[in-house]
Each structure stands twice: as C-alpha cells, then as structure tokens.
C-alpha cells in the first residue's frame, strides 16, 4: 500500500514571528465585526463565526448607514496611526526602514489618477472598496488610447516634478553628507593634535 500524500510531502516549517513586530492596524470592518459579537453575546444568540460574519458582512456592505459606520472607521484610524508609529519605530527584521520624510514621494501612475477619478465616481454606490477597484480595472482596459490620455498626460507632468524635485533633494543629501564628511575629518584632525600636544 502506498504512502498517503501528507506522509510524502515533507512539512513545511512555518516562519517564526518576530515578538517584536507591530500588531497590525484593525479595519473599521473588524472592529465592527467585535462589537457584532459582543452583542450577540449579550443577547444570548449564536456566536458561531460563519453566523457572524455572515450578518456582519450583509449589514457592513448593504444596511449600516455611513454615521453607524463612523466610531469603527475612527477606531481604525486610531489604530492605524498607532500601527504606522510603531512600524517607523522598529527595527526588527523584516521592518521598514524609516522613510525620510523630506524624500519626494513617487507620481501616481495614470492608472492611480483614473483609480482616484473612479473612485469618486462610484463614491454611493455601495461596493466594497476592493470590487470598485477591480471594476476600475476591467474599466481601464477597455478604455481607448485617447480616453487614457488626460491621465497620462498629467501623469508625465507629476513626473516631471517629481524629477525636479529629487534632484534637489539628491543634491541636498549629497552636499550635507560631505558637509558631515568635513566636519568628521575636523574632528579627527584636533583629536590628533590633542594626542601630539599631550605626547610632548
């Protein structure tokens, strides 16, 4: 008889989470998701996930209104805010270098500014965030070469500036590090002479 396929395949080792990684930032969603649960309970009803996130998921997308959205979405900026300070402060591996924020940031590219543009446009009409992105996307590639234009167009102007702008800074950075370079080299020079002054 031959071996089943989990005797086969060796197992995978998970990787090992960094203690001292950031707790990732809840979405408005799940906070939502929490306080449905919390109800629930209270109330003495099912508590099982597929029954609550099946509720949760229909009044999120469909019967919440925007002001009883509102304290969860607020609750996740909240802890967005607190996962972005966290993040620019570990130094564990795997986390971000900390971003000059002096460094210009890239251009959106023309699809971002037609994104930005469809967003707007479906702003009420009750999709999630990640289909009215997909939408946008089948959108744009049925979209003839002169629809694309305006946003390619403002895209090559963005780019244009963004250049600009990052050869300033460039030789901003370029002309402080030699400035360090200079002032280290000062500092070694006295030190040295400190050490022949006190050598005699």
């Not at 509720?55 to 019967?63: C, H, L, Q, T, Y």
Request: charged content about 40%; glycine content about 8%; overall charge positive.
């Amino acid at each position: 008889m031959g071996r089943t396929r989990k005797e086969q395949s060796p197992m995978k080792k998970k990787k090992a989470k960094d203690p001292n990684k950031p707790k990732r930032a809840i979405t408005g969603y799940f906070y939502y998701l929490q306080h449905l649960r919390e109800d629930r309970k209270s109330r003495g009803l099912s508590i099982r996930p597929g029954d609550i996130a099946k509720e949760a998921g229909d009044n999120w997308s469909n019967k919440l209104p925007e002001d009883k959205k509102r304290p969860f979405l607020d609750q996740a900026v909240k802890d967005k805010e607190r996962y972005d300070r966290e993040m620019s402060q570990y130094g564990g591996k795997g986390g971000k270098k900390n971003r000059d924020p002096n460094k210009p940031k890239k251009p959106a590219t023309a699809f971002f500014l037609f994104l930005a543009d469809f967003r707007v446009k479906m702003k009420d009409c009750g999709l999630l965030h990640k289909t009215i992105n997909s939408e946008a996307g089948i959108e744009w590639g049925k979209m003839s070469d002169a629809l694309k234009a305006p946003y390619q167009k403002h895209n090559g102007e963005l780019k244009v500036k963004y250049d600009a702008a990052m050869a300033k800074y460039q030789a901003e950075a370029a002309a402080a590090a030699s400035k360090n370079g200079a002032d280290s080299e000062e500092d070694e020079e006295m030190e040295e002479e400190d050490e022949e002054e006190s050598d005699e």
